[in-house]
């Protein structure tokens, strides 16, 4: 949804002090406060809520008015370097304390000196941005419901039954959304509506509430294409589509088939359709033979014959670890093209799997069947979390905190896997900074390199046919 700011097109990650000076013109009310001190926490958050509750807004902490006559930016004092920590940390913590449920906001400080617009070194003017908010209405801890009023510097209490119901009702359209969204599984052909698929879909910004653009075609295609990493999955073919981009990955595929697809919205929203390799043997020596490339098949074929399998429906999840790798890694240049610096969530689906038995060529997790029985998925197709929303999600960490690509990756995919293992049967092993975790993500990684092989042969055999 669109969020007014005062400064035009300049985006608040962009903001210089000199910009300050066009908030002279600019009027406190709707959209806009002001403040020359940090007040305390309770005042805060009353002016969050009354922005993210009705249009959105700006809070500017360390400038006073011009007059009460003349309600603008009349000087810019700003707060020292010692005032601007503690108002950053009340900041953060009001909103927790003093609201429910927290709204979101956006905070940059501009330092001095800037002449300009007389603001002194080791001075800064603390920038907030709220916008309005799709999870409205965020109740004071006073019991409180506060709005924007036009013409009025504070924000007051709304006690309308009318205009409660309309906050209360606001987010219906984004869940609204979501629900279309989960709902828009690809069409199959006839022949692919018995092939497994994964339908990831990853998501920003999930309420909606931010003004994401990815405006620059070329950008989207080098971030896509891109062939170097950890893990790639270029995609060997980008195009524009209505609202967003189509990358398909066709290089060895039918281009009539719904191979690896990554449809891309401008606004960061993606679903990524991930086909899984289907086995489905007249026996199990054919199995054996068409898998015999992998390290432990002899170890799944035995728990086939122990169950008294005759022929089973396989599903070969060996190369899915490594392709959740480039996934991230593909995400994260795409963040960066849309400007995006914060963690992303992500939501999945199995589609066209019943009764299919996963394979997972790692000993552990073979060792883990044998003792609890061989994993089935009975239903055609699950949702993973389960039902549809905003917060029917899974974060995913980007921790910015690690330099290196590839292992911010690495931990991105494994918060990936942990919950589509999870769904199949397969043990996801997540006990942060184990050695058990540590052996188990190479061990996958290896299964992966193997699956490679595997594919290569397959696709040898049916061009032989």
């Not at 524009?240 to 088939?257: C, E, I, M, S, W």
């Not at 963040?335 to 939501?347: I, L, P, Q, R, S």
């Amino acid at each position: 949804m669109s969020h007014y700011s005062p400064f035009g097109s300049v985006s608040l990650a962009d903001l210089k002090p000199a910009e300050l000076a066009r908030l002279r013109d600019a009027h406190e009310g709707w959209y806009i406060e002001y403040k020359r001190h940090c007040p305390a926490a309770p005042a805060l958050a009353k002016s969050l809520s009354a922005f993210a509750n009705t249009y959105g807004g700006w809070l500017f902490l360390g400038i006073a008015e011009k007059s009460k006559d003349e309600a603008v930016a009349g000087a810019f004092p700003g707060l020292t370097r010692d005032e601007v920590d503690p108002c950053l940390q009340r900041l953060r913590k009001c909103a927790a304390d003093h609201l429910n449920p927290t709204p979101h906001f956006d905070v940059v400080v501009l330092w001095g000196p800037e002449p300009t617009i007389g603001l002194l070194a080791d001075h800064g003017v603390i920038c907030v941005s709220v916008p309005q908010s799709a999870s409205a209405p965020h109740v004071h801890s006073s019991g409180q419901i506060y709005r924007r009023v036009s013409g009025a510097s504070e924000p007051r209490p709304e006690t309308d039954r009318f205009v409660l119901d309309q906050l209360w009702r606001r987010g219906d359209d984004v869940k609204r959304q979501h629900e279309e969204w989960l709902a828009r599984d690809p069409e199959f052909s006839k022949s692919e509506e018995s092939q497994p698929y994964v339908r990831l879909m990853l998501i920003a910004d999930r309420w909606y509430e931010r003004d994401i653009l990815i405006e620059r075609d070329d950008d989207v295609r080098a971030a896509l294409g891109q062939s170097v990493g950890l893990s790639a999955i270029p995609f060997d073919t980008v195009y524009t589509a209505a609202g967003g981009f189509v990358g398909r990955q066709l290089k060895n595929n039918d281009p009539q088939n719904l191979v690896m697809t990554w449809r891309l919205q401008r606004n960061l929203a993606s679903d990524v359709i991930i086909p899984l390799p289907l086995y489905e043997a007249a026996s199990i020596e054919m199995l054996e033979l068409q898998l015999h490339s992998y390290k432990y098949i002899l170890d799944f074929t035995s728990l086939l014959r122990r169950h008294t399998f005759s022929l089973a429906r396989v599903v070969d999840l060996n190369y899915l670890f490594n392709i959740l790798v480039g996934v991230a890694a593909t995400q994260e240049r795409l963040c960066g093209v849309a400007g995006w610096t914060e963690n992303y969530h992500m939501k999945a689906r199995l589609l066209n799997v019943w009764r299919t038995i996963p394979f997972v060529d790692v000993q552990a997790a073979l060792q883990r069947f044998a003792s609890h029985g061989l994993p089935m998925s009975l239903d055609s197709t699950t949702s993973i979390p389960s039902g549809a929303g905003p917060t029917k999600y899974i974060e995913v960490d980007r921790h910015p905190e690690i330099a290196d690509v590839d292992t911010r990756s690495l931990g991105q995919a494994m918060r990936m896997f942990a919950p589509l293992a999870l769904a199949f049967g397969v043990p996801p092993w997540l006990s942060a900074g184990s050695t058990e975790e540590l052996e188990y993500l190479q061990d996958l990684q290896e299964a992966g390199h193997r699956a490679i092989d595997v594919q290569r042969l397959r696709n040898v055999a049916r061009e032989r046919k």
